[in-house]
């Protein structure tokens, strides 16, 4: 039974002893009281168990209590404190915690929060974190043992309870979710990081998990019932199995499609009838190469959990659920708080490419439609480079049609938000060469009068890259001389202006003169494809 008092969550468990006479001082903590017992009554007397013997086995109760109160909060700010939905619940962070307790006996508990995210950043999973040997005993119930079940082999980040039987309570953590988890420890490491250097405050630590700013791809899982109280129980049965879908997914992708759940739930309040919906980003595994055209079709996957779904034994008409697709700037307004602002991509080229970058690192890479077009133009010979530019733009079209135009672009993601696939498209920019890196910094500020496409890259270097050499380009090489002649202009025309012709700092000016006019010259990379010039999205 499930229930609050006095606005506290209360888990009430019924426990059926061997005893005639139940005393007033029952010590539940003995061996004895498992005597003759049903496997239920000792889950039901396991809880009360494991938590007296945590408070025995630290060295400091009042650090520990303080320290798990600090860490419990940190969780549900960054979106990991849910054991039902494939995280950690009250009792995995209490035995985390004990564990640094005892690792650091001596230590304030504002010592025991950054030693618990240096501890588990480099904890070896799955390699299991025990408070004490594990006990056995001659009663015969199941423990964990990875020697002798082969189940128990199988789980990702074990966590054992102290006391007899001994089970790992962190069962329900998958693959996605742990890979989650580790990347918060690694957050909250880093911070504390910065605040044992006065770098940073502790508010920095405890700040709100940007959910919906962290992936492209969500699946949105909506659930209906008639009224408040069968959607009470209708949203308790799918919260229960939305882990088997992030399970199932891993499963039928081999590992390749990543489900980050979120354990938070949101109402739309337009709806008439009762309505909550919970959210589940969707990312490519990382380090793994996609052939060009795969795709994920999760599809048949969605299909079976709702099938699952509706065998609930308590359905009752007016309980519905829809599973559906979402991107980004698709998300639901009523998932977000007052007053927030969706941000906006910002124009700055520095900006952009740190889009682009965590763009990439979450298995999607895509560029926008502003930074193919815009281009800073030179107010000198503006008019002699109309040709030039209109063979330039004809040559720099991406390999890939889907990322021609924005309007192309369009039209691929009105075709898929009704769909529920995944697909990743390798083609383009994504294979970069290795002269990449001499690519201006700053794409936004090349010169539409500077060069071609058959100026920069050879033609062994556009067929290697399968990219078209144009053949009606008027400028077919790049006149060397001119721009060092441009170069020249320029910083004498500044240095004049500015009278600086004897001062210590020209030739810092020259330089820094010289590379800003290098800069409009040199925005095409090795490969002929301009800077920027990314596959597709990953497409869902």
Not at 218 to 227: F, H, M, P, S
Not at 274 to 301: N, P, W
Not at 440 to 446: E, I, N
Not at 460 to 465: F, Y
Request: proline letters at 6%.
């Amino acid at each position: 039974m499930k229930f609050k008092f006095h606005g506290i969550s209360i888990d009430l468990l019924y426990a059926s002893v061997s005893l005639l006479v139940v005393p007033a001082d029952l010590d539940i903590s003995q061996g004895s009281v498992l005597y003759e017992v049903d496997e239920a009554t000792v889950r039901s007397l396991n809880g009360c168990r494991v938590a007296d013997q945590i408070l025995r086995l630290v060295p400091n109760i009042e650090n520990f209590r303080t320290a798990l109160r600090c860490l419990k909060y940190w969780a549900k700010r960054r979106g990991v404190y849910s054991n039902v939905t494939g995280f950690l619940g009250g009792v995995n962070w209490a035995l985390l915690v004990a564990r640094v307790c005892q690792l650091y006996p001596n230590a304030v508990p504002s010592m025991l929060v950054s030693r618990f995210f240096r501890v588990f950043t480099q904890w070896r999973w799955p390699n299991p974190v025990m408070l004490c040997s594990i006990e056995e005993d001659e009663l015969g119930f199941p423990i964990w043992d990875p020697r002798k079940n082969p189940r128990d082999k199988c789980h990702h980040m074990p966590i054992i309870t102290p006391a007899y039987p001994c089970m790992n309570s962190s069962y329900n953590v998958s693959t996605s979710t742990l890979r989650v988890m580790m990347e918060q420890f690694q957050f909250g490491n880093k911070v504390c990081q910065e605040i044992e250097m006065n770098k940073a405050s502790w508010s920095a630590l405890f700040e709100q998990f940007q959910f919906f700013e962290a992936y492209k791809n969500y699946l949105q899982v909506d659930i209906i019932a008639e009224d408040d109280e069968d959607l009470r129980l209708w949203k308790g049965w799918v919260e229960s199995r939305l882990r088997q879908l992030t399970l199932k997914i891993e499963r039928d992708t081999y590992g390749m499609l990543q489900c980050h759940p979120y354990p938070h739930e949101y109402a739309d309040p337009s709806r008439q009838c009762a309505h909550c919906a919970f959210f589940m980003g969707l990312s490519r595994k990382e380090g793994v190469k996609i052939q060009e055209g795969q795709q994920f079709d999760i599809r048949g996957t969605v299909d079976e959990f709702r099938h699952e779904i509706n065998l609930y034994m308590f359905w009752k008409p007016g309980m519905e659920l829809a599973v559906s697709h979402v991107r980004r700037k698709q998300i639901p307004a009523y998932v977000f708080p007052e007053g927030y602002k969706r941000p906006r991509p910002s124009r700055h080229v520095n900006h952009q490419q740190q889009s682009n970058k965590n763009d990439t690192e979450d298995g999607t890479a895509t560029r926008s439609p502003d930074s193919q077009l815009k281009r800073k133009h030179d107010s000198a010979g503006t008019d002699d480079a109309e040709p030039v530019r209109s063979a330039k733009r004809s040559s720099v079209s991406p390999v890939n049609p889907k990322t021609s135009s924005p309007q192309s672009r369009n039209v691929d993601e009105n075709t898929c938000n009704g769909q529920i696939k995944s697909s990743s498209d390798a083609s383009g920019g994504s294979q970069a060469s290795p002269h990449a890196s001499e690519r201006s910094p700053d794409p936004a500020a090349s010169s539409p009068s500077c060069t071609t496409m058959g100026a920069v890259c050879s033609g062994d270097a556009t067929s290697k890259h399968g990219i078209p050499l144009v053949k009606d380009c008027t400028t077919p090489t790049v006149a060397v001389c001119t721009t060092l002649k441009r170069v020249a202009e320029k910083v004498v025309s500044e240095l004049v202006v500015s009278e600086r012709l004897g001062s210590t700092n020209s030739a810092e000016l020259l330089e820094s003169m010289e590379k800003d006019v290098l800069a409009e010259n040199v925005h095409f990379g090795g490969n002929g494809v301009a800077q920027g010039g990314l596959p597709e999205e990953l497409e869902v």
